[in-house]
Structure formats: structure tokens, C-alpha cells
């Protein structure tokens, strides 16, 4: 985890709006004025620049700016919520481009009021008021009391500690990485992005698959919840032989970027994070790296099963 005086990279901490009663992410950034889960993304960072060696476009124009003359780097925030991770890398001056996605209308209220309060942001951002997945659909969003960043598509996901509502908030739309991304011709150099859909993963990752083998992404950060990912009938071995088969490298959630050369995931390692409990959340970082991604595995204790999301 970076430490707090890193996590803006010596920017100002962003004005956040977040709402005023019970709420898990608000009650945290009200107490310390960031999300714990996306100050590894600052460590990140400051991985080496590969855009060089992406095949990648030399620049991405914000909803806010004319496009930069010189290549870009971008931070994509897939599933923003109120905005903690998205307003954090806004907030680092060596951050000059940030495209963030947030289909929930709650969500997006306290977000871009965040964004207006904060001189400058609204040129840095394209923000789409959207979900993605692997087509372009509509779907019935669920959200959990007490929780709303816990909002879910299609099948409310229910147990003791973490009841999401069977009642539809709201319908929303859906794109893909790969229709947004390809828009203009080529994609932009993605130096990193976050991934928090509450089991959605690997839908999202199935409409990026151009995007993730052109290797326009240097990394990826997210988050592996395998109930999730059931009620969705894919499974954390789904997600992990997508992104190796795409030429990702799987790196168990490292503390800072200094553990990228040292915490690669083993074949053995990967398959028994896929293979284990059903019910385990991880945090995982994918990098780029075709000569170092393993081959696609299975889970021989589970069988077809597993593989196919059902157990």
C-alpha cells in the first residue's frame, strides 16, 4: 500500500463529495480522505512508461481538452463508484488523462459534483455513464443497502454479510472496451487500469479482447470475488486464463511497484487461487508480458464444473 503522503503524488487532496449517511466507501474517504483499495494504483503508476512499445495511438482527447501533442498516458477506471480511485489519480499532477465509467446514477451524482468542485479535473476526465461488457445491452442493476458500490448485474447475489436488494434500481446500458476504445482507428496507451465490477470481469474482459492483445494496456488492477463471478456463470479461472491467454502476466495483489519483478503468480500459484474456496476474494494485478504469461489451466479437483463458472 503507498504511503499516504504518496498516494496524490504531490497534488492537492481532491475535494470529495460522498453521501452523508451510512455508506461503506463514504464513511471511509469522510475518515481519511481516501480509499484504502486504490492507493496501490499510485504505486503502479510508476511502473515504467511502455507506450513506445504498445501498439498504441499517440493520443486520447478528453471529453474537456483538445488533444494532447504528445503521446499519452491514460488511468481507466472501470466501475468509479463515487469517484475515490478516479479523483485520487486526477488529483497527481504527472496524470494528465483519466477515463472513468460508472453506470449507477446515485453514483455518478456524488462524482461529478467531486469533479466540478475540483478546478481542472473536468479537462483531465471522460467519464461515461455506462457499464461495459462483452456487447452492447441493457441490463438490471442491483445495488446493496449500506454498500452501494456493491451494485450487480442481473442476478442480485444475496448471503448474511452482504445482501444486495432483489429489488431493479435501474436499467442500464452497456458498451464495450473494445467499441470505445477503437473508435478513433487505434487504441490509446492504457498505462493502467482498475477494474471493480462486482463479478462482471470477465464479460468486461471479453469486449476488450482486441484491446488486450494489441497489448495497448500495460496493467491491470482487479478485484476476484468468486460468488460473484458464479452468479454471473464464469468463475476466477475464466478471468485468469483470459487475461493470460491476451499476454498477461498474474502478480498477487503486490504492495508497491517494486514487487512487480518479484511477486509473479507460479502456474501452480494461479490454479490454486482458481481452484481454492469458492467463495475467496483477491485482489490480482495483471502486466503485459507475452514471455512470461502461463498457459491456460484448469481445475482438476472441480473438473468441467468449475471451468465453466458453475461451481
Request: glycine share 6%; charged share 20%; proline share 5%.
Amino acid at each position: 500500500m503507498a504511503a499516504t503522503a504518496d498516494v496524490f503524488g504531490g497534488g492537492s487532496p481532491p475535494k470529495i463529495c460522498v453521501r452523508d449517511f451510512h455508506d461503506i466507501v463514504s464513511d471511509a474517504v469522510r475518515s481519511s480522505g481516501f480509499w484504502g483499495d486504490c492507493t496501490i494504483l499510485s504505486d503502479l503508476w510508476a511502473m515504467p512508461d511502455k507506450s513506445l512499445q504498445a501498439s498504441a495511438s499517440t493520443n486520447y482527447k478528453t471529453c474537456g481538452a483538445n488533444a494532447p501533442a504528445e503521446r499519452t498516458k491514460l488511468f481507466v477506471d472501470i466501475g468509479a463508484n463515487v469517484g475515490s480511485c478516479t479523483l485520487q489519480m486526477l488529483a497527481r499532477p504527472d496524470v494528465s488523462t483519466v477515463v472513468a465509467f460508472e453506470p449507477n446514477p446515485d453514483n455518478l451524482f456524488y462524482l461529478t459534483n467531486s469533479i466540478r468542485k475540483n478546478p481542472g479535473f473536468s479537462s483531465k476526465i471522460s467519464l461515461y455513464p455506462l457499464g461495459l461488457s462483452d456487447s452492447t445491452s441493457m441490463h438490471r442493476m442491483y445495488e446493496q443497502k449500506g454498500n452501494f458500490g456493491n451494485s450487480v448485474f442481473d442476478t442480485p447475489v444475496t448471503d448474511t454479510a452482504n445482501d444486495v436488494d432483489d429489488k431493479v434500481k435501474v436499467q442500464v446500458k452497456t458498451r464495450t472496451l473494445d467499441d470505445i476504445f477503437f473508435a478513433g482507428g487505434s487504441p490509446p496507451y492504457i498505462h493502467l487500469m482498475k477494474i471493480d465490477v462486482q463479478g462482471f470481469e470477465t464479460k468486461v474482459l471479453k469486449g476488450g479482447m482486441r484491446l488486450l492483445k494489441s497489448g495497448a494496456i500495460r496493467a491491470i488492477k482487479l478485484e476476484v470475488a468468486k460468488k460473484w463471478l458464479r452468479s454471473q456463470k464464469t468463475s476466477a479461472l475464466e478471468v485468469f486464463n483470459t487475461l493470460s491467454a491476451s499476454g498477461y502476466a498474474l502478480l498477487r495483489d503486490p504492495s508497491s511497484a517494486t514487487d512487480l519483478a518479484t511477486n509473479q503468480m507460479s502456474r501452480q500459484s494461479i490454479q490454486e487461487m482458481a481452484c481454492s474456496d469458492p467463495d475467496d476474494v483477491h485482489d490480482i494485478v495483471a502486466i503485459h508480458d507475452p514471455a512470461k504469461a502461463e498457459l491456460a489451466i484448469t481445475c482438476p479437483a472441480y473438473g468441467a464444473a468449475i471451468d465453466a463458472g458453475a461451481v
